[in-house]
């Protein structure tokens, strides 16, 4: 990832002692800069995409060991916020791997990205290994399970574009926001323990929170038209 | 059918996470099976998760480990099972959508409810340790709904006829969410019994984890 343009806008002004045309030649650089790294971010998770389809499609080792190189060590940081120092990290990282491989099937590029789709099988063998309460999922096979295609279900965005509005918009909060939203979502910390982690006070980080959803909303109803 | 009262974001984004006690969490799975609309929300919340675990520091991975994966990929390659067949049963035959007919164990015609007076019935449903509490609910036609007296806060999923609260008509699908603030006395339709999952009790630490918004932003 590259630097937020907010801070190379603060870089940018201390570097040219504020001057305006620095400024604006620096930030054309830096938006350039930040093109380039989200089309190469982009066509990189594309690529995971593919691996995934050619493990279902294949059974492809090397699309699968291309799968790992990139989503093991992210992984295992995951799942050490759950499990640190039970020694169990490495097998749920096995089970998650062995999962990826036996049900790559289900996934549907159309619907979710590989990281997405990879979240959830982690998330849901985290759970199976490191929670005590199981977490009971619908069944879309189920003759009770109401399908989109009735009235009432109507979509107008395919999932990818919903996805990728999502990554985005995610992209565009600061290195802070991004940091309280992820204690937030991943660790089953209430805000006195993240503020007391990050040394902040516990009002800053209600706010970086409440800023964060805030500009995904923001964000999400601008570019998908009023629907989200 | 077209449902008007949907689980707030908060729910959704706890959910997602995989951080929802497992009561919360059933009538929540329950209510995705009857809503495209909010699990069009939870794919939103899940690509949040995806995002965070692209931006995810990267661990250092032992030599072999990728081997040993293989290794035991190899071991369970026999025991692949194919993909279960769709039972072929009626839509709608069922009250009870998946999760919760395997909690209940089966749908409503053979569930052993306790009265509890007034012709008013409830079966609870076990949920392990959740701290949480999840019943099922009968309400006859045109009664009130019992006062559950709960602490925290209340989710009331409509299965099977309606009921009527503060001004608002809820029916299959909607979720009624309250708090231990709210002082409310629903009473069920007058065209048919009202069967309903009520969670009573849910912890309110997500809610400080995920803070309620002014709007919602997931589209519900």
């Known amino acids: 990832m590259g630097m937020k343009t907010s801070n190379v806008i603060r870089l940018a002004s201390m570097r040219s002692g504020f001057s305006r045309a620095g400024i604006l030649a620096e930030l054309g650089q830096a938006e350039m800069t930040e093109a380039e790294d989200s089309s190469a971010r ?89 929670r005590r309460e199981r977490r009971p999922q619908f069944d879309p096979n189920d003759p009770a399970f109401v399908p989109e295609n009735v009235p009432g279900g109507e979509i107008s965005l395919t999932h990818r574009e919903r996805a990728e509005h999502v990554s985005e918009a995610m992209a565009e909060l600061s290195d802070e926001q991004r940091e309280v939203l992820r204690l937030a979502f991943f660790e089953e910390e209430p ?38 | 059918m077209t449902i008007k009262h949907h689980i707030g974001d908060d729910l959704v984004l706890a959910y997602a996470s995989g951080e929802l006690d497992e009561a919360t969490s059933l009538l929540v799975a329950t209510h995705m099976a009857l809503c495209p609309h909010c699990r069009q929300a939870l794919e939103l919340a899940e690509s949040i998760g995806g995002t965070l675990i692209e931006e995810e520091a990267e661990a250092e ?29 009626r839509r709608g035959a069922y009250v009870l959508p998946q999760p919760l007919r395997d909690y209940a164990d089966g749908d409503v015609d053979g569930l052993r409810w306790r009265s509890l007076g007034g012709g008013v019935r409830h079966l609870p449903i076990d949920t392990g340790a959740s701290r949480a509490k999840a019943r099922l609910l009968y309400i006859p036609p045109a009664s009130k709904v019992p006062d559950h ?24 699908g909607d979720v009624e969410e309250a708090d231990a603030t709210v002082e409310h006395q629903p009473v069920a339709g007058p065209e048919e019994a009202c069967i309903c999952l009520a969670v009573t009790d849910a912890p309110l630490r997500f809610r400080s984890l995920i803070p309620r918004l002014a709007q919602p932003f997931l589209g519900i």
């Open chain 1, 42 to 130: 982009s066509s990189e998770l594309d690529e995971m995409s593919a691996h995934l389809v050619a493990v279902a499609q294949e059974q492809d080792r090397e699309a699968f060991a291309a799968l790992f190189r990139y989503f093991a060590p992210r992984l295992k940081s995951y799942f050490r916020r759950y499990g640190e120092g039970d020694g169990r990290t490495d097998e749920v990282m096995q089970e998650t791997f062995a999962a990826i491989w036996t049900k790559a099937r289900q996934f549907d590029p159309s619907r979710a990205s590989a990281s997405t789709w990879i979240y959830t099988i982690a998330r849901n063998q985290r759970i199976d290994a490191f």
């Open chain 1, 191 to 228: 805000h006195e323990a993240i503020a007391r982690r990050l040394g902040l006070p516990i009002g800053t980080v209600k706010s970086r929170i409440r800023l964060a959803y805030g500009h995904l909303r923001t964000r999400l109803s601008k570019t998908a038209g009023g629907l989200l």
């Open chain 2, 61 to 89: 991975i032992a030599d072999g480990e990728l081997e040993a994966i293989f290794g035991r990929i190899e071991h369970t390659k026999d025991s692949a099972t194919p993909a279960p067949v769709p039972e072929r049963v």
């Open chain 2, 149 to 172: 007296g709960h602490r925290g806060l209340e989710l009331t999923l409509v299965l099977a006829g309606s009921f009527y609260d503060d001004g608002a008509w809820f029916r299959r």
